[in-house]
């Protein structure tokens, strides 16, 4: 397995947050036909191939990653989508 791990920080409140990380995994759920769950602080996920999640702390997120064997080469790619998209994807989800 092979990991991404990034942190991202952000002046939205914790509810705020929270509302448009659901919205982005009710989203992304339909999209990528994975599930998710809350526990806590912590937005978990999985679909075939990844899994990861989401911990809400005050003034950032942190995500971690984790790509199976068939991703392990797409890494590089897919953490720079990441990290190019995360620093805007919470401003443009409204709820």
Do not use: C
């Amino acid at each position: 397995m092979s990991t991404i791990h990034i942190k991202q920080h952000h002046d939205l409140s914790h509810d705020e947050t929270k509302k448009r990380l659901d919205n982005l995994a009710e989203y992304l759920e339909g999209r990528y036909e994975g599930t998710y769950s809350w526990h806590g602080n912590s937005l978990r996920f999985q679909r075939s191939g990844v899994s990861g999640s989401i911990e809400l702390g005050t003034g950032y997120i942190e995500l971690r990653v984790k790509l199976g064997l068939l991703l392990m080469p797409k890494k590089s790619a897919i953490e720079t989508l990441i990290r190019r998209h995360m620093p805007t994807a919470l401003e443009k989800l409204t709820g």
